[in-house]
């Protein structure tokens, strides 16, 4: 593999030895053409997006989600240029990408994560469920009692 070099800068260390030095950009690329684009997972799951960037100079790696920057916290981290989500919850599903850029140019590489809940996850929505259609019967069965007391008065 050539490099072509602009701007090179050379110096003789002595008569017989010229030292050039270069300063060599090249674009980024992402690693492995066979990489997961779309990436399935469970609740609670650990995740790691991965985005093995390379280039002259060495490429900065950043992470979107739906068109905005993932940020870090207590559980997403970014490690080199792999994104990695702890525990992954229902709404951490979506379409990520991965941007590597540098002064040369720009890389990008989009991977889905689709999480799927399990039934612990839907516990809480059940539940909620539940009261719901608790209330409801028991406003239905209040409002028969209460019109049935009124129609008892009214034939008394």
Request: aromatic share 6%; with cysteine; proline share 3%.
């Amino acid at each position: 593999m050539f490099i072509v070099c602009q701007n090179a800068f050379c110096h003789f260390v002595n008569k017989v030895l010229l030292l050039c030095y270069c300063a060599c950009k090249a674009a980024p690329t992402i690693s492995g053409d066979d990489a997961e684009t779309e990436v399935a997972a469970t609740v609670g799951e650990r995740v790691v997006l991965r985005c093995d960037a390379s280039g002259l100079p060495r490429p900065e790696v950043t992470w979107l989600k739906e068109g905005v920057a993932v940020e870090r916290d207590s559980t997403v981290q970014r490690t080199g240029g792999s994104l990695q989500l702890s525990a992954v919850t229902m709404d951490d599903s979506g379409l990520y990408e991965c941007i590597a850029s540098n002064d040369a140019g720009t890389a990008r590489r989009q991977v889905v994560l689709s999480v799927q809940g399990t039934w612990r996850s839907l516990v809480p929505l059940t539940c909620v469920v539940v009261v719901v259609l608790v209330v409801v019967v028991v406003v239905v069965v209040s409002r028969v009692v209460i019109q049935s007391i009124e129609c008892n008065r009214v034939f008394l």
